[in-house]
């Protein structure tokens, strides 16, 4: 049973998880746009995750009992300066959500929610991956610098990625 605290906490999340899935659209079309297709594969796969986060959070709230309140989100950028600025927005804003699901995980503990515990570390899990990867492709952006052939070499990079749901996407 979730207190109403914790359920306008997990909520709360579940619309940032909405954010972070636009956001990760609208940098896919912009890369699409300046014709970085690879960029804008991985960016598409980025959605993609974000929306399987956002319904992970649907379920559970749905699943103890209480239920979603979706609420206004912000526009997020339409264009950016540099691949490598978006994948910096990107690490930054993964940091944030990392910051996001310690505190939810902190209210778990506090109210002794084992079982928001246990659905959180998934998401604690991710959070790792997902900074790790972003601060991967940001130090090879940094190491080419301007170079247009090293760009094309990590957009090419950037296209093989394929969008893999995990095993329990809604759970």
């Known amino acids: 049973m979730l207190s109403k ?3 306008a906490a997990l ?18 079309s912009y890369a699409s746009s300046i014709g970085l297709k690879g960029a804008a594969n991985w960016f598409m796969i ?13 379920t559970y709230i749905n699943s103890q009992g209480e239920h979603v309140a979706l609420g206004p989100l912000d526009a997020p950028p339409n264009e950016f300066p540099s691949l490598l600025e978006m994948f910096e927005e990107t690490l930054k804003h993964e ?7 310690n505190e939810l995980t902190e209210r778990a503990v506090k109210e002794k929610d084992h079982a928001t515990q246990i659905f959180l570390q998934w998401f ?11 601060r991967e492709i940001i130090g090879k952006l940094k190491l080419i610098g301007d170079n247009g052939y090293g ?3 990590i957009d ?6 394929v969008f893999t749901p995990p095993a329990a996407a809604a759970a």
């Open 11 to 28: 909520n709360k999340q579940l619309n940032t998880e909405l954010y972070s899935a636009h956001l990760y659209l609208s940098m896919s």
């Open 124 to 134: 604690i899990t991710e959070q790792v991956e997902e900074e790790e990867n972003d």
């Open 151 to 153: 760009i094309l070499m």
């Open 46 to 58: 980025q959605y993609q995750e974000e929306m399987v986060h956002f319904m992970k959070f649907y």
């Open 156 to 161: 090419n990079e950037l296209g093989a990625r």
């Open 95 to 101: 940091m944030f959500i990392t910051r996001c699901i």
């Open 5 to 7: 605290e914790m359920t």
